[in-house]
């Protein structure tokens, strides 16, 4: 059964979504990206301000909204700054506790706490959850093992923002069905296709799969000892997907939903240790490679995604996911269980 059509462009299902999915588990941003006091990354989930920042050592969550008149204390973006509002300069702390309100009068302020949120690092991957503590649950955990992922550096970020509901891009990394259609003049030559070989694996909500290149016509196995043709993908419900490909370069992406018909994915590229182990001329050469491929392979997702939000609009039915399309399967069975 497939999700109704509806629920792609009507405002009242972002707002239960909010409520079902994104305040249970969300991935945040990199660990890395949080490493020192003062390092921040402000963000809205349907709409509502929060921050993940490093107060004193320790990386948290916060409600991003001033105790006194309600700015956004934290600009929405990432960098490193002070928790200290813009607007007049209270300053909040360790744990969210308000430190300093220049030339205000302590009678005058009632509450002094924002309220915080469980804050859990998992393989150098940050992960937010607005009404639960996990509980013990590691996100990911599984899904990640399953692909052999670890964090190496980061050498390349962008946004791109999509006119598209979320689940169509968790739908279109789902599947391989698209490649040869959408994707002829990426990832066709490198010998990866819609009839390429994939085995599916389901861990919980999350899933990935393996897609194993029979041409192996990038060579790179030759070129570095341990480099394979293969590309892996997983998806980390509700909103992060990592892939690998040839064991050497490693994509993050993930979204905050801002609207029905409004997605902002956020991407960056990764070494893998293998590919930190190589020569610096080879390094240069894969990463330079690898900025080109995905800004291209977006580029072209980004087309289709953009398209499938009007014409679902519009739909007189409900998609018709194919076998070949299980990952959406589960996805959509998953969805509607939280939601229903
Ligand atoms: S609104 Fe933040 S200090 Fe006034
Ligand atoms: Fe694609």
Redesign the pocket.
Known sequence: MSIDPKAYWQEEHLEKEYERIFSRSLYVGTAASLRAEGDYVSYRVCGRPFVTRNLAGTVGTFDNI??????L?DPIGQGNRPFR??????QYGAGGTLMR?PLANDKCISRKQLQSYATVENRGLVFASIDNDFAGVVPGEAALGAIGFEMGEAFHSETLEHEANWKLLVENVLESYHLSFVHGDSFVPTGITSTSQFANQYHGNDSCFTITNKAGSSGKDKVIPGASSDYVHAFVFPNLFISITGGLVGFVSHFKPEAPGRTLLEWQLFETPLLQSQKAVVRSYIKKNAIEFTRKVLGEDLVVLNNSQIGTRYARGAHQIQEIEGRIAQFHHIYSKMMS
């Not at 001033?66 to 700015?71: D, G, K, P, S, V």
């Open positions: 001033c105790l006194h008149r309600a700015n204390i509002c813009g607007y007049h300069g209270w309100s």
